[in-house]
């Protein structure tokens, strides 16, 4: 496999596990925010949506709902991003 087909597979990977987390809340929080985003994204922001991604659902919905505040090891910025996409969603 090339670089660019090993990125591929992985942008398809996440894409997938997005819309498939266990909680249908998550799926359309981070379902829509893959198909949208993923495309564009390098290895490093691919990284950062991993980690994210790697949460479980019950905390992540708390902090994407501003019922919680996320710990410390959260990538706030990348969090930020991600309820801005849903909500601009949300808006339409």
Same mark, same amino acid.
């Given at each position: #496999? *090339?670089? %660019? ?10 894409? =997938?596990?997005?819309? $498939? !987390? %266990?909680?249908?809340?998550? @799926?359309?929080?981070? %379902?829509? =925010?893959?198909?949208? $985003? *993923?495309?564009? #994204? ?10 994210? #991604?790697?949460?479980? @659902?019950?905390?992540?919905? *708390?902090?994407?709902? %501003? ?5 410390? $090891?959260?990538?706030? @910025? ?7 996409? $849903?909500?601009?969603?949300?808006? !339409?």
């Amino acid at each position: #496999m *090339t670089a %660019g087909e090993d990125i591929a597979m992985r942008r398809k990977k996440l894409r =997938y596990r997005a819309w $498939h !987390r %266990g909680t249908r809340e998550m @799926d359309l929080v981070l %379902g829509p =925010y893959a198909d949208a $985003h *993923t495309e564009a #994204m390098d290895a490093a922001r691919l990284d950062r949506l991993e980690a994210l #991604m790697s949460e479980e @659902d019950p905390p992540l919905l *708390t902090w994407v709902m %501003g019922q919680a505040t996320p710990p410390d $090891h959260i990538d706030l @910025d990348f969090l930020a991003e991600v309820i801005a996409d $849903h909500h601009a969603r949300l808006a !339409r």
